[in-house]
């Protein structure tokens, strides 16, 4: 996965998505993967600063556990909260 992050003007983080077809063949795969995310960024909105998030796919992530990804994510999100805090 690849996180690409730009502040925002509003009071809290937004999402978006870039699931392809080229990274989860089949549409179960992608929405599989797309929930996970969602998820966890719902869990972890509160705590990241005001940024405009989009999160691609990429490599095989539609082979990857959801654990496996659920840990990723988690890491992500710490360190876009740690980068956060660093320029505040």
Do not use: Y
């Amino acid at each position: 996965m690849t996180v690409l992050a730009v502040p925002n003007t509003l009071e809290s983080a937004r999402l978006g998505l870039a699931i392809s077809r080229k990274v989860a063949r089949t549409a179960v795969a992608r929405n599989r993967i797309k929930r996970l995310v969602r998820e966890s960024f719902r869990h972890n909105r509160d705590r990241i600063c005001p940024l405009d998030i989009v999160v691609l796919g990429r490599g095989d992530i539609a082979s990857q556990s959801n654990g496996t990804l659920n840990t990723a994510l988690e890491k992500l999100w710490k360190q876009l909260i740690e980068s956060c805090a660093g320029s505040s």
